[in-house]
């Protein structure tokens, strides 16, 4: 069973720059699917980055919202990944979460949260003006 834990959230100012950090830990994240999620206080939680490695294609993609400022990324032994956020703005506050599941997913399902079985606690991202 994997057992997944974010940490690198915080206080930052707009325009500024955080990176997260997701640690697996029972497993490695390399025939998987790997997602950033978050969810602000009163929203549904959304879908932020996934990587799909199941596959032949281990493209990463972004929701529009965060296209061009987000990178995800993971490091050489596929046991942590991580995101890396820049040009933060005040909207991107929120509780960020890693997930992964052991099951292929559709590339139209991977944006959904439901589908992920494996989550960490949470790290919480707080972008001030």
């Known amino acids: 069973q994997v057992h997944l834990v974010e940490s690198g959230g915080g206080l930052v100012q707009a325009g500024g720059s955080l990176r997260l950090s997701c640690v697996a830990s029972?497993?490695?994240?390399?025939?998987?699917?790997m997602g950033w999620f978050r969810q602000a206080p009163g929203k549904e939680r959304e879908f932020v980055a996934v990587?799909?490695?199941?596959?032949?294609?281990?493209?990463?993609y972004y929701a529009d919202s965060v296209k061009g400022r987000f990178t995800m990324s993971s490091d050489g032994a596929k046991t942590a990944m991580y995101l890396q956020m820049s040009s933060l703005k005040t909207k991107d506050t929120a509780g960020y979460y890693c997930?992964?599941?052991?099951?292929?997913?559709?590339?139209?399902?991977?944006?959904?949260?439901?589908?992920?079985?494996?989550w960490g606690q949470g790290t919480k991202v707080a972008v001030s003006s």
């Open positions: 997930a992964t599941t052991q099951y292929r997913l559709a590339s139209q399902d991977q944006g959904t949260p439901n589908n992920y079985e494996v």
């Open positions: 029972g497993g490695i994240f390399s025939s998987r699917v």
């Open positions: 990587v799909n490695r199941s596959g032949s294609d281990s493209s990463t």
